[in-house]
């Protein structure tokens, strides 16, 4: 797709920014692009954005489709099937959309319980047994990782978008920006605990140089090995449960972090 040749046949691609269960952060993003919004407004329609206006409201159809938030009720579940059929790209922005975010904890827990202990009246609460991503309910083309997504990522999408290319996002672990920040390891050279060698890079390594480990913000990377970096911070004299515990934060419910926190705890 070109900005000329929208897929929709009507001028300028429509964009569409659409919010499950989140916390609106990874469509604030998009906001934080003061340089480049007039340009951006100009080579794209945005149709749908209730973050911006509630007069942005279109029902489709989309050329692009942002989608942030998990899946967490059965409104949202329809939601993202009914925008999955209006829209032929449909990316999914941000640790909740991509991993269930933080709210995915409730995942590995009794979710009635966490119900009746949290809510007075919990039979007027109605909510999904488990959040999840969006891609456990459509087909998505692309993800952005993090919390919030990466400002950088976001413009490299949408560029590649309107030029027709694949976007120029690149899989390596948050060691490598470390690396290149001349970052000493926080892990070898304080005993840190830190997810950055299975974790996708995006964020800028901000924990380690603040000398904190990484929380895992952006997900796992291509082929992560979690299971050698388990070992290694057992070594170092984590509990199973404080292991499970470093990957079930952000991006818990992403495969290779979930099935490592299962094997290393309850």
């Known amino acids: 797709m070109t900005a000329s040749e929208p ?35 100009g080579a794209v329609e945005i149709v749908h954005f209730p973050e911006v206006s509630s007069r942005l409201a279109a029902e489709g159809p989309f050329d692009l489709v942002l989608l942030e938030g998990s899946v967490s009720t059965e409104e949202q579940r329809e939601l993202v099937h009914a925008v999955r059929a209006r829209t032929p790209r449909l990316v999914a922005i941000g640790a909740c959309a991509t991993a269930g975010g933080i ?37 998505v083309d692309f993800e952005l990782r993090g919390c919030p997504i990466d400002r950088g990522q976001l413009l490299e999408l949408l560029v590649a978008t309107l030029l027709g290319r694949k976007p120029q996002v690149p899989d390596e672990s948050v060691c490598m920006e470390c690396k290149r920040r001349g970052q000493v390891c926080v892990m070898v050279a304080r005993g840190e605990p830190c997810l950055g060698p299975v974790t996708h890079a995006g ?30 911070l057992s070594r170092d004299g984590a509990s199973d449960d404080e292991i499970a515990r470093r990957f079930r934060v952000f991006t818990g419910w992403a495969g290779p972090f979930r099935e490592e926190s299962l094997r290393r705890g309850r």
């Open 203 to 232: 964020c800028g390594a901000i924990c380690p140089a603040y000398a904190r480990g990484c929380y895992g913000c952006f997900g796992p990377k291509e082929s992560p090995n979690p299971s050698a970096l388990s070992a290694r």
């Open 103 to 139: 709210q995915a904890l409730r995942n590995f827990a009794d979710h009635e319980e966490y119900v009746r202990a949290v809510y007075a009246r919990p039979e007027y609460v109605s909510t999904l047994a488990a959040a999840t991503p969006a891609s456990e309910h459509v087909r």
């Open 7 to 41: 897929e929709s046949g009507r001028g300028r691609p429509r964009l569409g920014v659409f919010k499950l269960a989140s916390c609106d952060g990874c469509q604030l993003t998009l906001l934080d692009c003061e340089d480049e919004l007039l340009a951006l407004a």
